[in-house]
């Protein structure tokens, strides 16, 4: 028994690899047909299935007005556990790779002004955004972080495009970003996107605690360490799990995500991180109250209950009626 959401499955062509700074390469992909690639909005990340089974979340970094194309850019971990080693020694000109998507839990809200704040890799789905704002007329500032400069990837396309109006500020040469006075005093009608490493994340955060709320808007590419011990007091309880759809119950037992005790059953449903971090497995709830332990819903959204991530959270309630 499979269960399938509605998304775009894509056989794409490497169309070009390039590097753009110190450890990332940019990865140009293109239907081997030449046909239009589906529409995409800024914000917007794919999964990209790779040789030995390694399935991993990119965001687009190109421009959304091109329509035979696609770009992400990806960092070579040092610490890989497959994928970026993938990338950058494996694939190739001319592969043929599989790629669903696109999907977007990121997106940019119109804003008469936007703070735009990287760290590292975090610049790749901020890139289309600055192009959205500019196109929009609205004011907008980027502010840019990394280790040092050889390693800030598109720092040339940026200036190139933007000239001076980009923030460029390597740690090695400006320490790390003086996020007290970027974020200090809460700035009118404006919305602060970052994405980055989770120590940024945090930092920044904690800044914007006391600006109006759902001001900031952060893309995270790890779990949110306190995300999964935010459980509360009886959630380690079994519950059982109807997936209205397909008229079948199961049993959740203690410590198990709602995606485990699916799998334990044969029932595929779609996935990919495992971490609550891509939104892959987001399924909507008909009934019951969802234990949420993703990285990836706002509060607002966790608090109106209408979807999950089935492959970290839980329930709540004894019953929790899905639509699957």
């Known amino acids: ?57 990119f965001s687009l970094c190109g421009s959304p007005r091109d329509q035979h194309s696609w770009r992400i850019g990806v960092l070579r971990e ?9 990338v950058h020694e494996t694939l190739r000109p001319g592969d043929l790779v599989r790629v669903v998507g696109p999907r977007n839990h990121f997106t940019l809200a119109a804003s008469p002004n936007y703070l735009f704040i990287a760290g590292g890799i975090g610049i790749t789905p901020l890139i289309p955004m ?34 001076g109006r980009i923030e460029v500020l390597p740690q090695d040469q400006h320490g790390l970003l003086d996020l007290e006075t970027l974020l200090g ?33 952060v893309e995270r590419f790890a779990p949110k360490h306190h995300a999964a011990a935010a459980a509360a007091p009886g959630s380690e309880t079994a519950f059982d799990v109807v997936l209205q759809r397909s008229g079948v119950s199961i049993r959740v037992p203690p410590g198990a995500a709602i995606l485990d005790a699916l799998e334990e059953q044969g029932i595929d449903a779609p996935n990919s991180c495992r971490e609550g971090i891509c939104g892959t497995c987001e399924t909507a709830v008909l009934e019951g109250i ?12 966790r608090a109106a209950n209408e979807t999950m991530m089935i492959c970290v959270g839980r329930a709540l309630t004894a019953r929790l009626v899905l639509d699957l």
């Open 78 to 86: 040092p610490i890989s556990r497959g994928g970026s080693a993938a």
């Open 290 to 301: 969802p234990d949420h332990r993703d990285s990836l819903l706002s509060e607002a959204e």
């Open 130 to 163: 600055i192009e959205h704002a500019e196109a929009a007329g609205a004011g907008w500032r980027l502010v840019y972080g990394g280790r040092e400069l050889a390693s800030m990837a598109f720092v040339r396309d940026l200036q190139a495009a933007y000239g």
């Open 1 to 57: 028994m499979i269960v399938t959401h509605d998304e775009q499955d894509l056989t794409l062509r490497i169309r070009q690899l390039r590097w753009e700074a110190e450890g990332v390469v940019s990865v140009q992909l293109e239907d081997f047909n030449g046909a239009a690639l589906p529409i995409w909005a800024p914000g917007a990340h794919i999964d990209l299935h790779m040789p030995g089974d390694i399935t991993r979340q």
């Open 185 to 217: 005093t809460p700035q009118h009608e404006t919305l602060v996107y970052c994405c980055g490493p989770e120590p940024l994340l945090n930092a920044v955060e904690q800044r914007c605690a006391h600006w109006p709320p759902g001001a900031l808007r």
